[in-house]
């Protein structure tokens, strides 16, 4: 399973000020917090560190980052918090932030350990994805919308689709749903389709809506990334 939980390492002689220190534990708590929904679980939340061998989420911080992750408003995931765990003023939905929260949640569960209100979450969760971010007419998935679905940037990206198809295979596996699991393979089969560079082989990752090759900068062209 391609599964990283992100880490963050820091050397105490680097710090040596309480204020260093301080800023050592709060850019710490900053990488958790932006990655506890992409690659983590909510055990694991709970055996996070700073340099000082302190907790940095108390078990009801950790309760209620996980509860927050659920947009209730809108539907799907809200990922968007900063280091405190507080909405900051971001709306948009990246459409990897949305298949690696249900890749997280599923994987949470299939693994033994548990998430508040699994089972909803992860149905609004589907719902919100297949609704908003699946392009009927072109095929593929859109790579950003607003928090209300509204579509900010149509752009196929390789990268997100990679951890959609993770995201539903591991709901698949969890719930035995077979339409999740149809969905999975469809989203590989489309991909070899339209992705392949059929002259030099390999594939491209950043596309227009209509799956024509772009750059991912301004000052490179089109390009592999491994």
């Not at 994987?107 to 908003?132: C, D, M």
């Not at 591991?170 to 992705?195: C, N, Y």
Request: net charge negative; aromatic share 14%.
């Amino acid at each position: 399973i391609l599964y990283t939980q992100i880490r963050i390492n820091i050397d105490k002689n680097v710090f040596s000020t309480a204020d260093g220190l301080d800023m050592a534990k709060n850019a710490q708590k900053v990488v958790i917090s932006s990655m506890i929904f992409a690659n983590t679980t909510y055990e694991n939340l709970m055996d996070q560190v700073d340099i000082n061998g302190q907790r940095i989420y108390t078990e009801e911080e950790a309760k209620n980052l996980a509860k927050k992750v659920v947009d209730e408003k809108y539907g799907g995931f809200q990922t968007n918090f900063d280091r405190n765990g507080i909405r900051t003023n971001v709306t948009e939905k990246s459409f990897l932030a949305q298949c690696r929260s249900l890749f997280t949640i599923s994987h949470t569960v299939r693994s033994g350990y548990t998430w508040p209100n699994h089972e909803q979450a992860l149905a609004q969760g589907i719902k919100f994805l297949f609704k908003y971010y699946q392009d009927k007419k072109y095929g593929g998935y859109y790579w950003i919308v607003d928090e209300d679905g509204s579509v900010l940037d149509d752009n196929k990206i390789i990268y997100g689709h990679a951890f959609l198809i993770y995201g539903l295979s591991e709901f698949a596996l969890l719930t035995g749903d077979e339409s999740v699991k149809t969905e999975a393979i469809r989203v590989f089969d489309f991909l070899q389709d339209k992705i392949k560079d059929q002259e030099y082989g390999g594939y491209f990752e950043h596309f227009n809506r209509q799956f024509e090759p772009i750059k991912a900068r301004n000052d490179i062209g089109v390009f592999k990334s491994l």
